[in-house]
C-alpha cells in the first residue's frame, strides 16, 4: 500500500467530514431537523447510507448520527518515521468520504442546489418519447442544470441491457481533460463499447463536463454519458448507483455493506477514470471507490498499487497521457481506454461497423430535431418501411447493397424523402419463424449510428438523419452496411448470407409495400396460433442471473420475459444461435394442473435453476407461487384486497399508488429473486394476454393501472376488452388521474361498475 496515497486519502477524508459535519449544522438550524431530505423518485432513501449502515434517512435530523459514524471511520495520517499497514485505515477513510458525501448532496437537494445548475446546457434524457421534437409528455427537455442523481426509473431501464451484456459495465470518470479533444475521444472509445459514462470533477475549476459541452457532444441518458456534476463531491452518485444496482438486482437489504461491496466487485464492472491533477479529495474518494472493488485508473503519474486483494486485478494504475503511445489523440484514447477494461475485466463486445460516425449502443436514445435535421424518411411527410424476408443460399450475394432511386443529395436540406429498406437474409439454420425476430433489431442496430434517429417498425418506421452525420459522410448506402455488419456479427449462428435493397423510388415503395404487409399480416397470424397449448416447451431466461443469481424466467407463447424484451420466438432464436447460453429449451412433459399452469418440466426447471430457492411456478397466477423477478419488470402488479382485485403500475410512473407506496418501493417487495404471491413483476405486453392471471381470473382483476400503460396500450386494451365481452372494461380501471388511495378507489369503482367487485373473492 502506498504511504503516499493513504496520507493523501486520509487527509481528504478528515477535511471532508468536517466540511459535511459544518454544513449540516448551518442547515440545521436555518431548516429545521424536521425538514425532508431525500435525492428524486427513489425508494433507496439516500442509498449509499442506506446501503452501508440500514439507515432509512427521511429528515435532517438523521442525518448527525451518519456523521458521527463517518468521523468514527477516520484515523491520523500515516506516520513519517514508522511504517505501520494502512490500507485498513485507507479504506475506511474512504468509506467516510462517501457517507460525507452523500450528506452533502443530500442538503445540496434540501437547498435546492441540486441537479447544479448549468445555465445553456441541455440534457439529452426522457425515457421515453412519441415524437423527435418533443420529450416525454410532450415537454421540452430539461434545460439549465445537469443530472443530478439518477432515479430508479432509469436504473431498471437500463436494467435488461446491464444484463445482457449490451452496456458491459460504467466508468466514473472524474476531473478534466488534457485537451477537448482528449475528452471527447476517450467518450467516443467508451461509447463505442457501449461502457455507461457518468461525469463529475474539476482541474482547477474546468470539468469534462465542460470540455464535452463545448465540443457540442451531447450528454444525458439517452446518450449513455450522464453528467453528475462539475465537483468530485457528484461521484457519489455512482457509487449510489451501483449501491441500489446490488438492491435492486441482487435482492440484498440495507444494512448489509459486506454482501452489497462483494456484490459490486463480483457483478457490476465499474472502474474510475481519474483525469488530470489527482488532489486529496479524489484520492479519498477513489479509496471509497476501491471498496466497492472497482480500480482506479489515472492519466497523470501518480503511485501505483498494482497487488490484487480489495480488487479483482490491479487497485490503483497510473497510465500518463504524454507517455500513451499514439499518433494522435484517438490512438491514445483508445489505448487509456483498452487498460482500463482490462484492469476491471470488463467483457465488451464491438461490432466492427464500417459507417463514417461513431457506432455503438451508447447513441441508441440519440435525439434527432428538425433544426438539426438533414432529411427524414416515413413521418408526417412521407412513407418509410423495413421489411426482413428468408431466401435461400444460392439466392443471394453477401454483402450486396443496392440503392434503387434517388439518393441523399436529391433531398432538400431538412427534406423528406419515401424509403424501403429491405433485408434478405439466408442460412443452413435459418427459419421463418425468426423473420420477425431479426427484423425487430433493424431498430436498434440502425439507432447505434450517431446522428441516426430511428422509431417504430415495419410500415410505421421513422428515420432522421442529422445534418451533421451527412456531413461526415453518411449516405444511404450505410444504412445497409449497418444491417450487413450487425447481422452477422450478432446473428451469425443462423445467418451467412445478408444482402440489403434501399429503394426510394416512390412507385417501387409502394409496390414493395403491398408484399410486406401482406407477410405482417401472415406473422399476425402465425403469433395469434402460437399459445402455450401449441407446443412441448418453454424456454428459461438465466440473463438476470448476472445480478440476481437465484430468479428464473420462464417464458411460453403466451408470456413474454417480465423485462419486455424477450418473448418464446426470441428464446428460440437465441437457442439456435447459442444452444450453452441463457435461453435453455425446459420439455414440460406432464401437465399438473392446466388451471394455473404446472408442469412437471417447468416445476423441476424452477428448482434447478433457482439453485432450490423456487420450488414450483404456477405460469398463470399471481396469488399462487408466481414466477420471480430480477428488477428489470417493465410493471409491478400487486394485490388490493379491499378491491378484490389487482393494480398494474409502469416503471414510467412516479405518481402514487392506492398500496401507499410508489413503484420504487414496490420493486423492492417484487425484485431480487423473491416469491411473493400477490405481487408480481411482468412485461407490459402480458397484459394483453389471453392468460394473464387466468387462474385469477383475468384482465377484469385489474382494477387500477398506471395512465401511461392505459394511453400507450390503448388500441390493444381496447382488443382486451372485446375478448373479455366489456368494451366498456378500460373505462372501468381507475388510474393516478381518478384514484390514488385505496379509500377513493372503491366507491370509484362501485360507481363504474367495475366486474372484480361481483367476483369470488381473489384470496
Not at 373479455?724 to 381507475?734: F, P, W, Y
Amino acid at each position: 500500500m502506498s504511504r503516499y496515497i493513504a496520507t493523501r486519502a486520509i487527509r481528504g477524508a478528515n477535511a471532508l467530514v468536517g466540511e459535511a459535519e459544518a454544513m449540516l449544522e448551518q442547515a440545521l438550524s436555518e431548516k429545521g431537523p424536521d425538514t425532508p431530505v431525500a435525492f428524486p423518485n427513489t425508494a433507496y432513501h439516500l442509498p449509499v447510507i442506506f446501503g452501508m449502515t440500514g439507515k432509512e434517512i427521511a429528515h435532517l435530523g438523521e442525518l448527525p448520527e451518519i456523521l458521527v459514524q463517518a468521523r468514527s471511520l477516520l484515523h491520523p495520517t500515516p506516520s513519517r518515521e514508522h511504517w505501520t499497514p494502512y490500507l485498513g485505515e485507507t479504506l475506511d477513510s474512504g468509506m467516510a468520504t462517501l457517507l460525507a458525501a452523500e450528506t452533502i448532496e443530500a442538503i445540496r437537494y434540501v437547498y435546492g442546489l441540486q441537479p447544479e445548475s448549468m445555465p445553456g446546457f441541455e440534457l439529452a434524457g426522457g425515457t421515453s418519447f412519441t415524437s423527435p421534437d418533443m420529450n416525454g409528455g410532450g415537454n421540452q427537455p430539461p434545460n439549465g442544470h445537469l443530472n443530478g442523481a439518477i432515479d430508479d426509473i432509469q436504473l431498471r431501464s437500463w436494467g435488461i441491457q446491464l444484463v445482457d451484456g449490451r452496456m458491459p459495465g460504467f466508468a466514473a470518470i472524474v476531473g478534466c481533460a488534457s485537451s477537448n479533444e482528449a475528452a471527447v475521444q476517450i467518450v467516443r472509445e467508451l461509447q463505442r463499447r457501449n461502457i455507461l459514462c457518468f461525469l463529475s470533477g474539476n482541474v482547477n475549476g474546468h470539468s469534462i463536463i465542460d470540455q464535452l459541452h463545448e465540443e457540442g457532444v451531447e450528454l444525458g441518458y439517452d446518450t449513455y454519458t450522464v453528467p453528475f456534476g462539475t465537483d468530485t463531491i457528484s461521484a457519489i452518485y455512482a457509487l449510489g448507483f451501483a449501491t441500489r444496482s446490488a438492491l435492486t438486482f441482487g435482492g440484498l437489504k440495507g444494512g448489509q455493506p459486506r454482501e452489497i461491496l462483494n456484490y459490486n466487485k463480483d457483478r457490476v464492472f465499474a472502474f474510475v477514470l481519474a483525469l488530470g491533477e489527482v488532489d486529496d479529495l479524489k484520492y479519498s474518494a477513489a479509496a471509497g471507490a476501491i471498496n466497492f472493488g472497482f480500480p482506479v485508473i489515472a492519466d497523470t503519474v501518480i503511485p501505483q498499487i498494482l497487488p490484487t486483494g480489495i480488487t479483482t486485478y490491479e487497485h490503483v494504475v497510473s497510465m500518463p497521457w504524454n507517455e500513451i503511445d499514439g499518433a494522435n489523440d484517438t490512438e491514445k484514447a483508445e489505448r487509456l481506454v483498452q487498460k482500463c477494461i482490462e484492469v476491471r475485466g470488463v467483457k465488451v463486445r464491438v461490432a466492427n461497423v464500417p459507417v463514417p460516425v461513431p457506432y455503438g449502443s451508447a447513441f441508441e436514445g440519440e435525439v434527432v430535431r428538425k433544426a438539426d435535421m438533414r432529411a427524414e424518411f416515413g413521418g408526417r411527410d412521407s412513407r418509410c418501411f423495413e421489411y426482413l424476408k428468408m431466401a435461400k443460399l444460392d439466392e443471394l450475394t453477401d454483402g450486396k447493397i443496392e440503392v434503387i432511386g434517388r439518393g441523399l443529395s436529391d433531398v432538400p436540406d431538412q427534406g423528406s424523402m419515401d424509403m424501403a429498406i429491405l433485408i434478405e437474409v439466408a442460412g443452413r439454420q435459418m427459419e421463418q419463424d425468426f423473420e420477425p425476430v431479426l427484423e425487430r433489431q433493424i431498430h436498434y442496430f440502425v439507432n447505434g449510428a450517431s446522428g441516426i434517429q430511428h422509431i417504430g417498425q415495419r410500415d410505421i418506421t421513422w428515420i432522421r438523419l442529422s445534418t451533421k452525420a451527412a456531413e461526415a459522410g453518411f449516405d444511404m448506402e450505410h444504412f445497409g452496411k449497418i444491417l450487413h455488419a450487425r447481422f452477422h456479427s450478432d446473428f451469425g449462428a443462423i445467418v451467412d448470407k445478408v444482402q440489403v435493397t434501399i429503394i426510394t423510388e416512390p412507385e417501387e415503395v409502394e409496390a414493395r409495400l403491398e408484399e410486406a404487409r401482406a407477410a405482417y399480416d401472415f406473422r399476425n397470424k402465425r403469433l395469434a396460433d402460437l399459445t402455450d397449448t401449441a407446443v412441448d416447451e418453454f424456454y428459461s431466461c438465466t440473463l438476470c442471473q448476472s445480478f440476481a443469481p437465484n430468479h428464473v424466467c420462464i417464458v411460453s407463447p403466451e408470456r413474454l420475459g417480465l423485462c419486455g424484451a424477450y418473448n418464446w420466438l426470441d428464446c428460440k432464436a437465441s437457442f439456435s444461435i447459442n444452444p450453452t447460453g441463457p435461453n435453455q429449451p425446459i420439455k414440460l412433459g406432464r401437465i399438473i394442473d392446466p388451471v394455473r399452469g404446472y408442469w412437471e418440466g417447468t416445476n423441476a426447471y424452477a428448482r434447478i435453476g433457482s439453485h432450490g430457492v423456487v420450488e414450483e411456478v404456477a405460469m398463470y397466477s399471481i396469488m399462487e407461487n408466481p414466477m420471480t423477478a430480477c428488477g428489470c419488470f417493465e410493471c409491478i402488479m400487486m394485490l388490493i384486497p379491499e378491491a378484490n382485485g389487482v393494480m398494474v403500475v409502469s416503471r414510467e410512473d412516479t405518481s402514487m399508488t392506492p398500496a401507499g407506496m410508489t413503484f420504487s418501493t414496490l420493486a423492492g417487495m417484487a425484485g431480487g429473486g423473491i416469491q411473493t404471491p400477490g405481487v408480481m413483476g411482468v412485461g407490459k405486453y402480458y397484459l394483453i394476454s389471453p392468460k394473464f392471471i387466468s387462474a385469477d381470473g383475468g384482465f377484469k382483476r385489474v382494477v387500477w393501472m398506471s395512465s401511461v400503460l392505459k394511453d400507450g396500450m390503448a388500441e390493444e386494451l381496447k382488443m382486451v376488452a372485446e375478448r373479455e365481452g366489456d368494451a366498456e372494461l378500460i373505462d372501468r380501471v381507475a388510474d393516478e388521474r381518478s384514484v390514488t388511495t385505496v379509500e377513493e378507489l372503491l366507491p370509484w369503482l362501485e360507481e363504474n361498475g367495475h366486474p372484480a367487485l361481483t367476483m369470488d373473492p381473489i384470496i
